[in-house]
């Protein structure tokens, strides 16, 4: 029988019992891995007797749905912020206490779920934890990845990829609804047939695949909302051949499975090959597809098949273009399936369909090439076709003659599909995920767009989930809070701001300053334990903590590093605060200069390592395998939240707010939500350096940027430069690094040198880390600023942007309960 009452003594009996009940074995015989499901599934006993009481209520509801499509969810381990999200974190602490249970220990025994990757995947969660706390009726959609990105190991400074294999032991949150699969085809060729008299199309030939859903319960904070995050793995439609196997030919026989399910085996596969390519275009269409027909099917059930009015009931909100083939499918089974006429059914698509742009790099802006899209998906290449034809008959209008400026704003163009154009295009929202982000798409990216559809255009700055990155990760500065100021923050992240008067109290000055080291040695000792590495604990912690790219500048930030050693080595009277600098970051595997970046990390640490009087000033640590778990023990650790992107680059960043709410100071540009963040905290709060978005767009245009002025005028980078390649950093390998010194200063084969400004943008970063380091030797100063950055991160709660997407854009009711 599942647990009714939830308080410390049924707790502990329930967690006795289930060891018992399903492993035969007393609470001194099991495992840890045993032991750890016996208290997750207690704690899932509790959520499902919500998550009944939600779908009992939405049974019920009238009002709109959101499916939230997303490739990646990173939602992190479930089970401590499941705990605290049901308001019962004291009961089951005290529980594991009287049954002689480490919590630390049985946290570390849950998987970390391979479902994401960076900054989409996190929001993608922090969307979804936010939606239940608030009652909004929503499912999250994604992909069941069987392994998820990789494991990274540093060896010999180089980054190795290690399978993810998640699922080893298990998934004790999510349930298989078989019921509820859908087929998902690909391949064949479409023919037509007049039916009634009109003309109908049919797709003949390809396979097809299941799509089986996988749901796991998403809790909201101290409600009995629970929403869904469903995960749609892929299986053939095909038995297995018990001739062939029977026969012998074992491998035969498997062989006609694996292309199905190789589907949702691997989250975001290399696609530097064909191959590659194709499985992520079979990705995308697979979650798309499964989710529009899941959304459809659940709508006829409750309002019948006349669709006329879905867009009154369901919203798909694509979370970067990803999931976009959404909307051609939609078109696809309103017309096929539904037999609406083209008219009628576009109305109904472009009222359902709501884009949230995440990049403005052109890189990452979606394009599949014509012949594959059309291989693959011969029906859907058939319909955006149409789609095209007509929007740029409807452009021409518009724009008469300017056939450049048609093209670049097309479906189809230049033998690709674009996705970007595809969603800003049909959707009847598009929102940028920061306001200066926002601007650019109004002014650059989408500008054409904008002027056609200004209403749609939104500017929603992302947030996070203060429950998991305060009351979770750092619950000793989260008891100070509501010591001081009560437990309203808990629910409503905005009264931080009552904290503010207190960054002159004295006394609370002191305690603050107790947690943050306490945190620095819960730090130091997780990297002695995981990595062998030894941290003074009175350094500064400055932290670079993001997916390793280019325009993020982990390399500016390293060069500046290589700097200060040579000051210390040059200059015996040079003296500067001891600082420790943290580097968390994967590299695609692909990327080449990516990992050539971390290469040169860890061989910077090495070079300060081997230096007597250097290591007293300098050290630098690469944390292995950077995730959401190591993020929650580093983030509160943190001093300095390094944001270096280059401006106009990042769309906006969510680890700048994290590293905000648990008292860092913020050393970037005026990129993303930094720009927020120092309009929160005020200049004297926060350092800011380098160019302006609009300089650098000025300069992209021009032309005029020559590097190679900076690096001979510029004796302290020339020399950290040349160290690159003289053998200083790999003295029996001096040519490792050319690649990164060559894009410094020359360019790839006749391309921009130092595209994201590296060189540019130094003197004003050494600059603002000389301020830094001043200030951080005045300790009431420091402590000062850190409360400040507190009592000030709440604008930037989850909470918020979720209540600013449904006031502008979804319009969903709360469901009462």
Same mark, same amino acid.
């Given at each position: 029988?599942?647990?009714?009452?939830?308080?410390?003594?049924?707790?502990?009996?329930?967690?006795?019992?289930?060891?018992?009940?399903?492993?035969?074995?007393?609470? /001194?015989?099991?495992?840890?891995?045993?032991?750890?499901?016996?208290?997750?599934?207690?704690?899932?006993?509790?959520?499902?007797?919500?998550?009944?009481?939600?779908?009992?209520?939405?049974?019920?509801?009238?009002?709109?749905?959101?499916?939230?499509?997303?490739? /990646?969810?990173?939602?992190?381990?479930?089970?401590?912020?499941?705990?605290?999200?049901?308001?019962?974190?004291?009961?089951?602490?005290?529980?594991?206490?009287?049954? $002689?249970?480490?919590?630390?220990?049985?946290?570390?025994?849950?998987?970390? #779920?391979?479902?994401? !990757?960076?900054?989409?995947?996190?929001?993608?969660?922090?969307?979804?934890?936010?939606?239940?706390?608030? $009652?909004?009726?929503?499912?999250?959609?994604?992909?069941?990845?069987?392994?998820?990105?990789?494991?990274?190991?540093?060896?010999?400074?180089?980054?190795?990829?290690?399978?993810?294999?998640?699922?080893?032991?298990?998934?004790?949150?999510?349930?298989?609804?078989?019921?509820?699969?859908?087929?998902?085809?690909?391949?064949?060729?479409?023919?037509?047939?007049? @039916?009634?008299?009109?003309?109908?199309?049919?797709?003949?030939?390809? @396979?097809?695949?299941?799509?089986?859903?996988?749901?796991?319960?998403?809790?909201?904070?101290?409600?009995?909302?629970? !929403?869904?995050?469903?995960?749609?793995?892929?299986?053939?439609?095909?038995?297995?051949?018990?001739?062939?196997?029977?026969?012998? /030919?074992?491998?035969?026989?498997?062989?006609?499975?694996?292309?199905?399910?190789?589907?949702?085996?691997?989250?975001?596969?290399?696609?530097?090959?064909?191959?590659?390519?194709?499985?992520?275009?079979?990705?995308?269409?697979?979650?798309?597809?499964?989710?529009?027909?899941?959304?459809?099917?659940?709508?006829?059930?409750?309002?019948?098949?006349?669709?006329?009015?879905?867009?009154?009931?369901?919203?798909?909100?694509?979370?970067?273009?990803? #999931?976009?083939?959404?909307?051609?499918?939609?078109?696809?089974?309103?017309?096929?399936?539904?037999?609406?006429?083209?008219?009628?059914?576009?109305?109904?698509?472009?009222?359902?369909?709501?884009?949230?742009?995440?990049?403005?790099?052109?890189?990452?802006? &979606?394009?599949?090439?014509?012949?594959?899209?059309?291989?693959?998906?011969?029906?859907?290449?058939?319909?955006?076709? &149409?789609?095209?034809?007509?929007?740029?008959?409807?452009?021409?209008?518009?724009?008469?003659?300017?056939?450049?400026?048609?093209?670049?704003?097309?479906?189809?163009?230049? =033998? =690709?599909?674009?996705?970007?154009?595809?969603?800003?295009?049909?959707?009847?929202?598009? +929102?940028?995920?920061?306001?200066?982000?926002? &601007?650019?798409?109004?002014?650059?990216?989408?500008?054409?767009?904008?002027?056609?559809?200004?209403?749609?255009?939104?500017?929603?700055? $992302?947030?996070?989930?203060?429950?998991?990155?305060?009351?979770?990760?750092?619950?000793?500065?989260?008891?100070?809070?509501?010591?001081?100021?009560?437990?309203?923050?808990?629910?409503?992240?905005?009264?931080?701001? =009552?904290?503010?008067?207190?960054?002159?109290?004295?006394?609370?000055?002191?305690?603050?300053?107790?947690?943050?080291?306490?945190?620095?040695?819960?730090?130091?000792?997780?990297?002695?334990?995981?990595?062998?590495?030894?941290?003074?604990?009175?350094?500064?912690?400055?932290?670079?903590?993001?997916?390793?790219?280019? @325009?993020?500048?982990?390399?500016?930030?390293?060069?500046?590093?290589?700097?200060?050693?040579?000051?210390?080595?040059?200059?015996?009277?040079?003296?500067?605060?001891?600082?420790?600098?943290?580097?968390?970051?994967?590299?695609?595997?692909?990327?080449?200069?990516?990992?050539?970046?971390?290469?040169?990390?860890?061989?910077?640490?090495?070079?300060?390592?081997?230096? #007597?009087?250097?290591?007293?000033?300098?050290?630098?640590?690469?944390?292995?395998?950077?995730?959401?778990?190591?993020?929650?023990?580093?983030?509160?650790?943190?001093?300095?939240?390094?944001?270096?992107?280059?401006?106009?680059? /990042?769309?906006? *960043?969510?680890?700048?707010?994290?590293?905000?709410?648990? *008292?860092?100071?913020?050393?970037?540009?005026?990129? *993303?939500?930094?720009?927020?963040?120092?309009?929160?905290?005020?200049?004297? +709060?926060?350092?800011?350096?380098?160019?302006?978005?609009?300089?650098?767009?000025?300069?992209?245009?021009?032309?005029?940027?020559?590097?190679?002025?900076?690096?001979? !005028?510029?004796?302290?980078?020339?020399?950290?430069?040349?160290?690159?390649?003289?053998?200083?950093?790999?003295?029996?390998?001096?040519?490792?690094?050319?690649?990164?010194?060559?894009?410094?200063?020359?360019?790839?084969?006749?391309?921009?040198?130092?595209?994201?400004?590296?060189?540019?943008?130094?003197?004003?970063?050494?600059?603002?880390?000389?301020?830094?380091?001043?200030?951080?030797?005045?300790?009431?100063?420091?402590?000062?600023?850190?409360?400040?950055?507190?009592?000030?991160? *709440?604008?930037?709660?989850?909470?918020?942007?979720?209540?600013?997407?449904?006031?502008?854009?979804?319009?969903?009711?709360?469901?009462?309960?």
């Amino acid at each position: 029988m599942p647990a009714v009452n939830f308080d410390v003594a049924s707790i502990k009996k329930n967690i006795i019992g289930k060891i018992q009940r399903y492993n035969g074995v007393t609470l /001194e015989e099991a495992t840890p891995q045993q032991i750890y499901k016996a208290v997750a599934i207690t704690v899932r006993d509790q959520i499902m007797q919500k998550w009944v009481k939600t779908r009992k209520a939405l049974k019920n509801d009238k009002g709109k749905k959101l499916y939230y499509m997303s490739v /990646e969810f990173l939602t992190g381990r479930f089970l401590l912020s499941n705990m605290i999200n049901l308001v019962h974190q004291d009961e089951y602490q005290q529980a594991l206490k009287e049954l $002689n249970i480490d919590p630390k220990s049985l946290f570390t025994e849950e998987p970390e #779920p391979g479902l994401g !990757n960076g900054g989409l995947g996190r929001l993608a969660a922090a969307f979804l934890d936010s939606l239940s706390t608030l $009652n909004l009726p929503s499912v999250g959609c994604t992909i069941r990845y069987e392994y998820g990105l990789f494991k990274q190991k540093i060896v010999e400074g180089q980054q190795v990829e290690i399978p993810d294999s998640w699922l080893d032991n298990g998934n004790v949150w999510e349930f298989a609804a078989p019921e509820e699969s859908v087929n998902v085809h690909f391949g064949g060729t479409v023919q037509s047939y007049e @039916y009634e008299g009109n003309i109908r199309f049919e797709t003949v030939g390809g @396979y097809t695949i299941k799509a089986i859903p996988y749901d796991m319960p998403i809790v909201g904070y101290d409600t009995d909302m629970v !929403n869904t995050l469903r995960m749609w793995s892929a299986r053939s439609t095909r038995s297995l051949n018990l001739r062939k196997f029977g026969d012998g /030919e074992y491998e035969e026989a498997l062989q006609e499975l694996q292309p199905a399910e190789i589907i949702s085996k691997v989250l975001y596969p290399e696609d530097t090959h064909y191959e590659g390519k194709m499985l992520r275009l079979k990705q995308h269409y697979f979650l798309a597809s499964a989710t529009v027909q899941h959304a459809i099917n659940d709508y006829v059930k409750k309002y019948g098949e006349n669709l006329d009015n879905l867009p009154d009931h369901v919203i798909f909100h694509i979370n970067d273009t990803h #999931p976009g083939l959404a909307i051609p499918e939609l078109l696809r089974i309103l017309l096929d399936d539904y037999y609406y006429s083209w008219d009628a059914a576009m109305n109904i698509v472009k009222r359902c369909v709501a884009y949230t742009n995440h990049t403005i790099l052109s890189e990452a802006l &979606e394009r599949w090439p014509v012949d594959m899209m059309r291989t693959l998906l011969p029906r859907i290449y058939m319909l955006l076709e &149409e789609m095209n034809r007509r929007l740029c008959q409807d452009l021409f209008e518009i724009y008469p003659g300017q056939w450049d400026r048609i093209a670049h704003m097309a479906i189809i163009a230049y =033998n =690709n599909v674009h996705m970007a154009n595809l969603c800003v295009a049909t959707s009847y929202s598009i +929102n940028g995920v920061s306001q200066l982000h926002g &601007e650019i798409l109004k002014d650059s990216l989408f500008n054409d767009y904008y002027k056609i559809s200004p209403n749609k255009f939104f500017s929603i700055t $992302n947030g996070i989930v203060h429950r998991r990155w305060l009351l979770s990760a750092n619950k000793e500065l989260s008891n100070l809070i509501e010591e001081a100021i009560g437990s309203g923050f808990k629910r409503d992240a905005l009264e931080l701001k =009552n904290l503010e008067k207190f960054a002159d109290d004295a006394a609370f000055r002191d305690e603050f300053a107790k947690i943050k080291l306490n945190k620095k040695k819960n730090l130091a000792k997780f990297l002695l334990e995981k990595q062998d590495v030894t941290i003074d604990t009175n350094s500064i912690f400055d932290v670079q903590a993001k997916r390793l790219h280019e @325009y993020k500048r982990q390399l500016l930030n390293a060069l500046h590093i290589l700097v200060l050693y040579n000051r210390i080595v040059d200059n015996p009277n040079f003296t500067m605060p001891p600082r420790t600098f943290f580097f968390g970051a994967k590299a695609s595997p692909s990327y080449f200069r990516a990992k050539q970046i971390i290469r040169f990390i860890n061989a910077l640490s090495d070079l300060i390592e081997s230096h #007597p009087r250097a290591k007293q000033m300098l050290k630098v640590v690469f944390v292995e395998n950077y995730n959401v778990s190591t993020a929650e023990i580093l983030i509160p650790a943190a001093e300095v939240s390094e944001q270096l992107s280059t401006a106009g680059k /990042e769309a906006s *960043g969510t680890g700048n707010m994290k590293f905000m709410m648990n *008292g860092a100071i913020t050393l970037g540009t005026m990129d *993303g939500a930094n720009v927020e963040i120092y309009e929160a905290v005020g200049n004297d +709060n926060i350092y800011i350096f380098g160019m302006r978005s609009n300089t650098v767009s000025d300069l992209y245009k021009d032309g005029s940027y020559n590097p190679m002025h900076i690096f001979e !005028n510029n004796s302290e980078i020339r020399k950290a430069l040349t160290q690159m390649i003289d053998g200083t950093l790999f003295p029996n390998q001096s040519a490792v690094l050319q690649d990164l010194y060559h894009s410094l200063l020359v360019g790839d084969y006749g391309s921009m040198a130092d595209s994201y400004f590296v060189l540019k943008d130094f003197g004003s970063y050494s600059m603002a880390n000389r301020r830094l380091m001043d200030d951080y030797q005045n300790k009431n100063k420091w402590l000062r600023m850190a409360i400040i950055n507190v009592a000030n991160s *709440g604008v930037f709660s989850i909470d918020n942007t979720i209540n600013n997407y449904n006031n502008k854009i979804w319009h969903m009711n709360s469901i009462v309960l």
